[in-house]
């Protein structure tokens, strides 16, 4: 359930449009034109979710409260733990409730196929926020549940008794940091999370903290991404020095996520790479465990460009409506009402979906800082699926777990090669699958 | 690979509904002339045999449609690419090096048989507590495999059971990362797979030794055997033919390794078997197509290699007088 959330989080890779500042108070209606009067939409519409957590709970009180608007339309839940899988899986029939979350694997040229237009992406852009994420060829199909910022949790209390003070802006600093951790505190300075797979693909939403809003579109375009400068060198670098230097766990296979939750908050260990959706969830572990919530603090990825560190936001999962649905109106009304008026979004520390919502009070961390949000651009027309090709073809699962965790069993020496050999591998990969794709 | 687990295992069930299936229409056959209704023992089959089509040989077939195209498991059109999956499974002779896993599993599978023989024979011998032995024997059998999973993660953790119970006995040197340290981990996950099945094929020995006839081994203790002759000349030859069927199964499970090292290490640090990486290439990577053709390359290889093991091991009659 948490672990489901967390893979959406993973998802922030996809791309979007527009550089925002701290972002803020445009304007724009936050109402949205439904597609009918409230009385008129009728009928009962089945809502898949991931969040088998609060479906009884938080869910119920949302159908209730949308009933108030829309008295006549009966909203049934589906919460499924494994909710790309099984999803995907159903999505070969008709069958799949009326509004879903677009999974990951779909590819953009697949959208329309399995979901109805919500309208266009200029429209649509207008009101809400990541609607680029999802859309092809000009219509947008779904619209997120929340955002996520990127960047890396860490345990204030412990980088202080470390005796750091200052977050650090460069790859060395970081190290430095890390190493000044374990001299001086009895925290393991990193932990990977290496067991459970799925956080390691949070190390690609870091991406972008260059500042660079196309940066996914020079990534499909280049054909050595681990080439010492690029942005996935840099990544996967900072990632195989923590490994290299023993500055991580000392068994990765034994990890736990559950339990990580419980050591980053008590300060058994100081730094994970994760999502802003992250930061909710460890401040009550750091409760839970007796400290004090404040002691959750949340880092941009430590590189400058001129003075300025980048945090890319993200849409987590989309919703969008089953093109086979017999109840669109309502399907679309439900979607409209939780974006708006249910404040998802808010109470789960996002950044909200609509252009002029709340600003998550969970980024606290980054106004001192400066950080400045990217929000990443859409692929150019004819080359929606290119990035995602050159994926599968070359089997480097950027967004899963499977390259990472032999980086660091390389990093860690369980693996044969070293950082460069590793590097121009993937790169020979990449460049090869790129030579495929055309 | 599920299918390819549902294939190969409803393979002896199916053999074996046939055989019944053979001598029932013989004595049906029998009555079918006599009262003129030849078609009443397909009336009876109609519903297993249309369960077995549906939930074995319809997947399967798709499985093999699957395996010809490029499809990602989600597209609605499926483009048919001939034999290019077979080619590129051929051509990538990485897709083959996990095999070399499988050797730690095999050489485990000898280990699990040799003790499970053991204790089946000292068991099927009138020896003090036997039940409650043989209770502990099969029990791990018992428990799910993902519960293993998650219990064996904490047993093997740094400082975890293992390492605990070591240090306990002064055996601290040994300790070292089980699941951690690349030349361990497949021993470890081994291991695990060897206390999991271990007791299942206790149980069939010990069942199969409980039927050779009491009267031999009072025989054989007036000729002047002991146990070692016992098990040697009666028990050994008796059941000769379940320890073939064992090793059989053995071999083929080893192949296709699944459930342990994918909930505890999920394939990481060199612990990827050919099923999880067919799991990978579908799920991860979205080539069905390409999974499919590895789940039928698969599938074609522990056909081979039972066919091997049954003519090097040929199926005679047991005779013990």
Same mark, same amino acid.
């Given at each position: 359930m948490k672990k489901s959330t967390a893979r959406a989080a993973g998802a922030l890779s996809a791309a979007t449009l527009m550089l925002l500042g701290a972002c803020g108070t445009g304007g724009g209606s936050g109402d949205a034109e439904t597609s009918g009067e409230p009385e008129e939409i009728s009928g009962s519409i089945t809502v898949l979710t991931q969040r088998t957590d609060i479906v009884d709970t938080v869910f119920a009180d949302y159908a209730d409260r949308f009933n108030e608007v829309y008295p006549d339309v009966e909203v049934n839940f589906e919460a499924i733990t494994d909710y790309e899988g099984e999803v995907t899986i159903r999505m070969n029939t008709e069958d799949y409730g009326d509004v879903l979350l677009i999974p990951n694997t779909v590819a953009r040229d697949q959208l329309p196929l399995f979901f109805e237009p919500l309208g266009t992406v200029d429209e649509l852009s207008a009101d809400y926020r990541f609607v680029q994420e999802q859309s092809f060829e000009g219509n947008g199909y779904g619209i997120a549940i929340t955002g996520n910022a990127s960047g890396i949790l860490y345990n204030k209390r412990v980088w202080a008794e470390a005796g750091v003070t200052e977050v650090p802006t460069s790859h060395e600093e970081f190290i430095a940091a890390l190493h000044a951790i374990a001299d001086n505190t009895d925290a393991i300075p990193y932990y990977t999370n290496y067991a459970d797979g799925w956080p390691m693909s949070q190390w690609e939403s870091l991406h972008a903290f260059t500042g660079d809003p196309d940066a996914d579109n020079v990534l499909a375009r280049?054909? #050595?991404?681990? #080439? !010492?400068? !690029?942005e996935h060198y840099q990544i996967d670098s900072l990632l195989y020095d923590i490994v290299a230097e023993g500055l991580s766990e000392p068994d990765p296979l034994t990890t736990n996520w559950e339990e990580s939750k419980t050591l980053i908050g008590s300060g058994q260990v100081a730094t994970m790479v994760l999502g802003s959706w992250a930061i909710v969830q460890m401040q009550q572990a750091a409760e839970d465990a007796g400290f004090s919530a404040d002691d959750i603090g949340y880092m941009p990825f430590p590189s400058q460009v001129d003075g300025v560190s980048y945090s890319t936001i993200g849409g987590d999962y989309k919703q969008g409506i089953n093109v086979h649905s017999d109840n669109i109106p309502a399907a679309r009304a439900w979607i409209e009402w939780f974006t708006n008026e249910s404040g998802y979004a808010f109470d789960e520390g996002g950044v909200s979906p609509m252009v002029d919502g709340p600003e998550p009070t969970t980024l606290g961390d980054f106004e001192p800082l400066g950080v400045q949000y990217v929000e990443l651009n859409p692929p150019p027309a004819g080359e929606e699926t290119l990035l995602s090709d050159i994926r599968t073809t070359s089997e480097i699962d950027l967004g899963g777990n499977v390259y990472r965790q032999r980086l660091v069993d390389i990093a860690r020496g369980a693996a044969d090669g070293d950082m460069a050999s590793y590097f121009e591998e993937l790169n020979t990969r990449w460049a090869d699958a790129r030579a495929q794709v055309g | 690979m599920a299918q390819v687990t549902s294939a190969t295992g409803t393979g002896s069930l199916r053999r074996a509904t046939a055989r019944t299936a053979v001598t029932r229409r013989g004595r049906r056959g029998r009555q079918g002339r006599a009262n003129g209704w030849r078609i009443t023992p397909w009336l009876f089959l109609l519903t297993p045999l249309a369960l077995l089509a549906t939930f074995t040989y319809v997947p399967v077939g798709n499985m093999f449609l699957y395996s010809v195209t490029s499809w *990602?498991?989600? *597209?609605p059109a499926l483009e048919f690419i001939g034999l290019a999956n077979y080619v590129e499974i051929f051509t990538r002779p990485e897709l083959f090096r996990v095999f070399y896993v499988s050797l730690y599993y095999v050489a485990a599978s000898v280990v699990q048989m040799a003790l499970a023989l053991y204790f089946a024979t000292i068991l099927s011998f009138s020896t003090r507590f036997r039940n409650v032995f043989k209770g502990i024997l099969f029990f791990p059998y018992l428990v799910n495999g993902v519960a293993i999973g998650f219990v064996f993660l904490y047993f093997f953790q740094p400082d975890g059971t293992l390492d605990t119970v070591l240090h306990a006995v002064g055996l601290g040197d040994l300790s070292r990362h089980w699941l951690g340290d690349p030349d361990m981990v497949n021993i470890s996950l081994a291991g695990t797979s060897v206390w999991r099945f271990m007791g299942l094929n206790f149980v069939l020995f010990l069942g199969a030794i409980q039927s050779i006839p009491g009267e031999l081994y009072e025989a054989s203790e007036l000729d002047g055997a002991n146990r070692w002759h016992q098990f040697r000349y009666i028990i050994a030859p008796g059941i000769k033919r379940i320890i073939s069927l064992s090793f059989i199964l053995a071999i083929s499970g080893s192949l296709s390794v699944f459930e342990i090292p994918f909930i505890m290490t999920g394939g990481a640090n060199g612990s990827t078997t050919f099923v999880i990486q067919t799991v990978e290439m579908a799920f991860?990577?979205?080539k069905v197509g390409l999974a499919s053709a590895m789940a039928v390359v698969l599938l074609l290889i522990v056909l081979i290699v039972t066919w091997i093991q049954r003519r090097l091991i040929p199926d005679d009659e047991v005779n013990l007088t």
């Amino acid at each position: 359930m948490k672990k489901s959330t967390a893979r959406a989080a993973g998802a922030l890779s996809a791309a979007t449009l527009m550089l925002l500042g701290a972002c803020g108070t445009g304007g724009g209606s936050g109402d949205a034109e439904t597609s009918g009067e409230p009385e008129e939409i009728s009928g009962s519409i089945t809502v898949l979710t991931q969040r088998t957590d609060i479906v009884d709970t938080v869910f119920a009180d949302y159908a209730d409260r949308f009933n108030e608007v829309y008295p006549d339309v009966e909203v049934n839940f589906e919460a499924i733990t494994d909710y790309e899988g099984e999803v995907t899986i159903r999505m070969n029939t008709e069958d799949y409730g009326d509004v879903l979350l677009i999974p990951n694997t779909v590819a953009r040229d697949q959208l329309p196929l399995f979901f109805e237009p919500l309208g266009t992406v200029d429209e649509l852009s207008a009101d809400y926020r990541f609607v680029q994420e999802q859309s092809f060829e000009g219509n947008g199909y779904g619209i997120a549940i929340t955002g996520n910022a990127s960047g890396i949790l860490y345990n204030k209390r412990v980088w202080a008794e470390a005796g750091v003070t200052e977050v650090p802006t460069s790859h060395e600093e970081f190290i430095a940091a890390l190493h000044a951790i374990a001299d001086n505190t009895d925290a393991i300075p990193y932990y990977t999370n290496y067991a459970d797979g799925w956080p390691m693909s949070q190390w690609e939403s870091l991406h972008a903290f260059t500042g660079d809003p196309d940066a996914d579109n020079v990534l499909a375009r280049t054909d #050595a991404p681990w #080439a !010492e400068g !690029e942005e996935h060198y840099q990544i996967d670098s900072l990632l195989y020095d923590i490994v290299a230097e023993g500055l991580s766990e000392p068994d990765p296979l034994t990890t736990n996520w559950e339990e990580s939750k419980t050591l980053i908050g008590s300060g058994q260990v100081a730094t994970m790479v994760l999502g802003s959706w992250a930061i909710v969830q460890m401040q009550q572990a750091a409760e839970d465990a007796g400290f004090s919530a404040d002691d959750i603090g949340y880092m941009p990825f430590p590189s400058q460009v001129d003075g300025v560190s980048y945090s890319t936001i993200g849409g987590d999962y989309k919703q969008g409506i089953n093109v086979h649905s017999d109840n669109i109106p309502a399907a679309r009304a439900w979607i409209e009402w939780f974006t708006n008026e249910s404040g998802y979004a808010f109470d789960e520390g996002g950044v909200s979906p609509m252009v002029d919502g709340p600003e998550p009070t969970t980024l606290g961390d980054f106004e001192p800082l400066g950080v400045q949000y990217v929000e990443l651009n859409p692929p150019p027309a004819g080359e929606e699926t290119l990035l995602s090709d050159i994926r599968t073809t070359s089997e480097i699962d950027l967004g899963g777990n499977v390259y990472r965790q032999r980086l660091v069993d390389i990093a860690r020496g369980a693996a044969d090669g070293d950082m460069a050999s590793y590097f121009e591998e993937l790169n020979t990969r990449w460049a090869d699958a790129r030579a495929q794709v055309g | 690979m599920a299918q390819v687990t549902s294939a190969t295992g409803t393979g002896s069930l199916r053999r074996a509904t046939a055989r019944t299936a053979v001598t029932r229409r013989g004595r049906r056959g029998r009555q079918g002339r006599a009262n003129g209704w030849r078609i009443t023992p397909w009336l009876f089959l109609l519903t297993p045999l249309a369960l077995l089509a549906t939930f074995t040989y319809v997947p399967v077939g798709n499985m093999f449609l699957y395996s010809v195209t490029s499809w *990602d498991g989600l *597209d609605p059109a499926l483009e048919f690419i001939g034999l290019a999956n077979y080619v590129e499974i051929f051509t990538r002779p990485e897709l083959f090096r996990v095999f070399y896993v499988s050797l730690y599993y095999v050489a485990a599978s000898v280990v699990q048989m040799a003790l499970a023989l053991y204790f089946a024979t000292i068991l099927s011998f009138s020896t003090r507590f036997r039940n409650v032995f043989k209770g502990i024997l099969f029990f791990p059998y018992l428990v799910n495999g993902v519960a293993i999973g998650f219990v064996f993660l904490y047993f093997f953790q740094p400082d975890g059971t293992l390492d605990t119970v070591l240090h306990a006995v002064g055996l601290g040197d040994l300790s070292r990362h089980w699941l951690g340290d690349p030349d361990m981990v497949n021993i470890s996950l081994a291991g695990t797979s060897v206390w999991r099945f271990m007791g299942l094929n206790f149980v069939l020995f010990l069942g199969a030794i409980q039927s050779i006839p009491g009267e031999l081994y009072e025989a054989s203790e007036l000729d002047g055997a002991n146990r070692w002759h016992q098990f040697r000349y009666i028990i050994a030859p008796g059941i000769k033919r379940i320890i073939s069927l064992s090793f059989i199964l053995a071999i083929s499970g080893s192949l296709s390794v699944f459930e342990i090292p994918f909930i505890m290490t999920g394939g990481a640090n060199g612990s990827t078997t050919f099923v999880i990486q067919t799991v990978e290439m579908a799920f991860t990577h979205r080539k069905v197509g390409l999974a499919s053709a590895m789940a039928v390359v698969l599938l074609l290889i522990v056909l081979i290699v039972t066919w091997i093991q049954r003519r090097l091991i040929p199926d005679d009659e047991v005779n013990l007088t």
